[in-house]
């Protein structure tokens, strides 16, 4: 069973496209496929060690013909909506997001009476005595918004635990729950869909995280389709919590799925 009916794509970053900035073989050929084929695509990440254009310079380099508008990073997300729903806010950020994707943002010290603590991914920032000042924060009334709640996330040298595992922290001490921005929220997908002009029907989420991707996009009514690679783990497959639509090897089979012919045959054809 093919993706019949679908006319754009969502694509997870990590883990689909690339792992630590390295492409996965075949990937770029895949996604260039997918462009010359005119399927409307859209990056929707909750990588934000990058700021937008430097993601899209960094894609590029790697081969993936993306224009710097087409990725949506969760620091991209999460400067939207703080700009439209808490104008004004003095906001603390902590981890590794880049200010400039926060343009309108009032981004102030952590001794500056912030109304806002904002966690990105996880860094070297991440640690006790930050911590400490955040809880500090958060029992005197700051409003706790995260970029995402990824637990883990995989590189070269192995999984690296991400600020999810810091929020859950944050949460269970305080009683707080934090409003979340980024992929599984389903603001980061509505999103993806207004930036491809398209309803959730008519497009499918490719990533690798069963949970945060893909079955957090069929709960809108995307097609969810989950990837083999990346951070993908059979064990967790089989005890999510609901069944993606399409399970494939990687972003490499995605054209065949949407029924783009491969690029050998096209060339036979042309040919005879
Ligand atoms: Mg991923």
Known sequence: MGLDGIQGLLLDMDGVLGVSWTPLDGAPEAVTRLHA????????TNTTALPQARFGEALRSAGFPFADEEILTASVLAGAWLREERPGARVFLLGDAQAEDLAGVDLVGADEAPDVVLLSGADDSFCF?????????????AELV???????????????????????????????????????????????????GLPAARVAMVGDDVENDVLAAQAL????VLVRTGKFREDQLARASGTPDHVVGSICDVPGLLGLRPAARRTELLCL
């Open 37 to 44: 084929a005119g399927v409307p695509l859209r990056v929707v």
């Open 129 to 141: 005595e930050t911590f400490n000042r955040v809880l500090a924060l958060l029992r005197g009334g």
């Open 146 to 196: 995260a970029m995402h709640r990824n637990l883990f996330w995989m590189t070269r040298r192995g999984e690296k635990l991400d600020a999810g595992a810091y929020l859950l922290g944050l949460e269970a001490a305080t009683g707080l729950e934090a409003v979340v921005v980024g992929k599984p929220a389903p603001g980061a997908f509505t999103a993806g869909l207004r930036a491809l």
């Open 221 to 224: 009514g995307i097609t969810g």
